[in-house]
C-alpha cells in the first residue's frame, strides 16, 4: 500500500474512530427524517405550483432534501447541512417566530411552521456532535489561501 493511500486509510479511521456507531445511526435518522419530512411538504411545491411563483423557499429546502439523501451515507461529511439547518431555524425563530406570536399577528399556517422549526431547533443541537464539529471545523487549521 502506498504512503499516501495508507494515510487516506488511516484518516477515515480516525474520522470513524470520532464518533460512535450509535450517534452515526442518530445522524442517519436525521438525515432521513429530512428526506422524509422535505420530501412530503416540499417536493409536491416543485413540481405543482403557480407558472408565477417565486419559489424561492421551495427551490432553497428542495436543494436542503437532495443534500439529505447524500448526508444518509456520509453523516459526518454532510453535517455542515445540519448546522445550516439550525442557524436558519433559529434565525426564523428570534427574527420572525417569537416576535409574530407575542404580538399576536400570525399568519394562517404559524403554528405548523412553528412546531417543525422549533422541533429543529430543539433537535439539531441534540444530534451534533459538537466535539467532532469542534475538532473538524473549529480546531483544524483552514485550507491555504494560494
Known amino acids: ?5 495508507a494515510s487516506i486509510s488511516h484518516s477515515a479511521a480516525d474520522t470513524a474512530g470520532d464518533v460512535s ?4 445511526y442518530v445522524l442517519r435518522a ?3 427524517l429530512l428526506v422524509v419530512g422535505l420530501g412530503a411538504t416540499i417536493v409536491p411545491l416543485l413540481f405543482s405550483h403557480e407558472p408565477m411563483a417565486r419559489g424561492v423557499i421551495p ?7 437532495q443534500f439529505a439523501f447524500v448526508g444518509l ?3 459526518l461529511q454532510m453535517l455542515p447541512l445540519l448546522v445550516f439547518e439550525l442557524a436558519w431555524k433559529t434565525i426564523w425563530l ?7 406570536w407575542s404580538s399576536g399577528h400570525l399568519p394562517p399556517i404559524f403554528a405548523e411552521d412553528f412546531k417543525a422549526i422549533v422541533a429543529g431547533v430543539i433537535l439539531m443541537p441534540i444530534v451534533i456532535p459538537w466535539g467532532y464539529v469542534y ?3 473549529v ?6 489561501w494560494r
Open 135 to 137: 475538532r473538524h471545523y
Open 21 to 24: 456507531l450509535a450517534r452515526l
Open 94 to 100: 428570534i427574527a420572525f417566530g417569537l416576535p409574530q
Open 139 to 144: 480546531k483544524e487549521p483552514a485550507n491555504r
Open 30 to 32: 436525521t438525515y432521513l
Open 1 to 5: 500500500m502506498s504512503s499516501n493511500a
Open 73 to 75: 451515507r456520509y453523516p
Open 59 to 65: 427551490s432553497l429546502l428542495g436543494a436542503v432534501w
